[in-house]
């Protein structure tokens, strides 16, 4: 997650390499991320990209190549010229370890160079206590990762909760506070991300490349993030991004979070509960899905729209995105409500918005977008001078 990266643990940092060492790497990371973002892409489409002479092209590729970074295969032909090759993850390279803690389960993956979960794990909760989670957990990620033979070289962890530097220090819905998360896999970089967050980031650099996008998600309370070209903006610490927390709420209602009129109770199935004058559910993620379609529910249903939409044009004033994606169940309670919402939206923006408003676009990646966002992370990690160079050292004949 560049602009604010979620950093390595300190015991798992790689060695700082040097200036010249930095210059060294600079090309072949240049094309290492071009490839990322474009898988297949030709070596010739690559140089006008990079905007150097196909042989630099062609030699970086093949250091690259060496390396066990990046793997060829013959383009199909386009008429005159001579051929050219499509560049893939090499299938030995470098992989990462990616990590979804979520409400009631966990999803434990294996994500290459191309952004493809080569190998995935799920399991549920057996208790809420977050040794017995984390112990689950990292005997999953210990398993997958023994399969690659020392490649993995970054876990990246998505939480659903407020994540500061390495720790989570709340997550209301699993009830812990000021958890520290050890390594998963020791001696290895790793990186700790909010969950919409995360979503937030492949869900702007995956659907809408170089756009200023502001991601809004409802699972239990709303959260989500600004991403900036690319750049999620999360402060100095991380735990940016929390809008959920934002005072757009009742302001008679206590949050868990310790706040009174938060957003994050006033959208989702414990606000529709409530509402309706009924005690918060047990599983307000259910409760909401169900309300959506009960014609008894439709006013509660109705006043949440109108509370998203609202929160919403207040974000769009602040920020100033191009677009504003929406995912979890937000894109339903949007079209349960349309109405309530869109009026809501319209009449919260300034005047000089409402002419040409952000478009309102329905997540692409849906339920996998915290487990990609936590693979751009760790990519993030690897695809630096330390991380490639760390990965050359391992190498018995490394360039």
Known sequence: MQARTPAPADDASPAKVGRAEAA???????LLKLVRSRPGVTRAEAARAMHVGSGTAT???????????????????????????????????????????????????????????????????ASKRPERVFADIRAAVGDLAGRYDGRVQAVSISATGTVRRN??????????????????????????????????LAEARLSHPGKSVLYLTIEVGIGGIFVDEGHAVTGATGAGGEFGHAPLGDPLVACPC??????????????????????EPE??????????????????????????????????NILDP?????????????????EPF?????????????DDPPRVLPSALGPDAPILGASEAAWDMILTENGIAAWSERLPDSA
Do not use: K
């Open 24 to 30: 060294r790497w600079s090309g072949a990371l240049d």
């Open 342 to 354: 869109e009026h809501a939206y319209s009449t919260g923006l300034m005047g000089f918005r409402r």
């Open 283 to 316: 599983d307000p993620r259910a409760y909401l899905i169900e309300a959506l379609v009960d014609p008894d529910s439709r006013a509660a249903v109705e006043e949440c729209a109108a509370v998203l939409g609202r929160g919403t044009a207040g974000l769009v």
């Open 59 to 125: 030699e970086i590729s093949a250091r690259l190549r060496a390396l066990g970074l990046l793997a060829e295969a013959p383009a199909p032909p386009t008429g005159r010229g001579r051929p050219t090759t499509t560049l893939h993850a090499h299938p030995d390279g470098p992989l990462a370890a990616v990590v979804d803690v979520r409400y009631a389960d966990w999803v434990v993956a294996i994500a290459d160079l191309e952004g493809t979960l080569v190998d995935t794990t799920t399991g549920r909760h």
């Open 322 to 338: 191009e677009i504003v994606c929406l995912g979890g169940l937000a894109p339903e309670l949007r079209r349960a409500a349309r």
């Open 258 to 279: 310790g706040a009174h009129g938060c957003w994050d109770v006033a959208v989702d199935g414990r606000a529709v509960a409530r509402l309706r004058g009924e005690d």
């Open 167 to 200: 720790a989570i220090v709340q997550s209301s819905v699993l009830g812990w506070r000021d958890l520290e998360v050890e390594p998963l896999l020791p001696g290895v970089p790793q990186a700790l991300g909010n969950d919409a967050t995360l979503a937030g």
